[in-house]
């Protein structure tokens, strides 16, 4: 069986069909995969030079429908991991930039220092941390009062 674009053959409870890398990264296939592992059972193998071989093994039974929606689903799955990771690499510079500012920037040190200096004068200026006990006071006689 086939569909328009996206080539796959069926088999009892199982469908199946090969990437070309360098149509889809190893790490969205794998992306997808991980998504589909409470979906069904997989296999991934090498096929070929650049190419890996995809088995989706259902659970229990299932029809041939059902079969090439898990396989169309997975092609939709495929689509979307390799977007979000070219998405993460064209922002990964503005990523690194806001992470080294919150964990290195100077605004930032500076403000966590002036907060802490702040606590600090509030502490001292406040009443002092002792409990006063009772026992501990005395008149002037040295009697406890």
Same mark, same amino acid.
């Given at each position: 069986?086939?569909?328009?674009?996206?080539?796959?053959? *069926?088999? +009892?409870?199982?469908?199946?069909?090969?990437?070309?890398?360098?149509?889809?990264?190893? +790490?969205?296939?794998?992306? /997808?995969?991980?998504?589909? &592992?409470?979906?069904?059972?997989?296999? *991934?193998? &090498?096929?070929? /030079?650049?190419?890996? #071989? &995809?088995? *989706?093994? !259902?659970?229990?039974?299932?029809?041939?429908?059902? %079969?090439?929606? %898990?396989?169309?689903?997975?092609?939709?799955?495929? @689509?979307?991991?390799?977007? #979000?990771?070219? &998405?993460?690499?064209?922002? #990964? =510079?503005?990523?690194?930039?806001?992470?080294? =500012?919150?964990?290195?920037?100077?605004? !930032? =040190? /500076?403000?966590?220092?002036?907060? %802490? /200096?702040?606590?600090?004068?509030?502490?001292? $200026?406040?009443?002092? @941390? +002792?409990?006063?006990?009772?026992?501990?006071?005395?008149?002037?006689?040295? $009697?406890?009062?």
């Amino acid at each position: 069986m086939s569909s328009e674009t996206f080539q796959y053959e *069926l088999g +009892e409870r199982h469908v199946a069909f090969t990437l070309d890398e360098s149509v889809y990264s190893r +790490e969205a296939i794998f992306g /997808a995969a991980y998504l589909f &592992v409470d979906k069904c059972f997989l296999w *991934l193998s &090498v096929a070929g /030079a650049s190419q890996l #071989r &995809v088995r *989706l093994k !259902t659970k229990g039974e299932a029809s041939p429908e059902a %079969l090439e929606t %898990l396989a169309g689903e997975f092609a939709n799955e495929l @689509l979307n991991q390799s977007i #979000r990771q070219q &998405v993460s690499q064209d922002t #990964r =510079r503005i990523r690194e930039y806001y992470m080294g =500012r919150a964990f290195y920037g100077d605004d !930032t =040190r /500076a403000s966590i220092d002036a907060l %802490l /200096a702040e606590l600090d004068a509030e502490e001292l $200026a406040e009443e002092p @941390l +002792e409990i006063a006990v009772p026992w501990e006071n005395s008149d002037q006689d040295g $009697a406890v009062g």
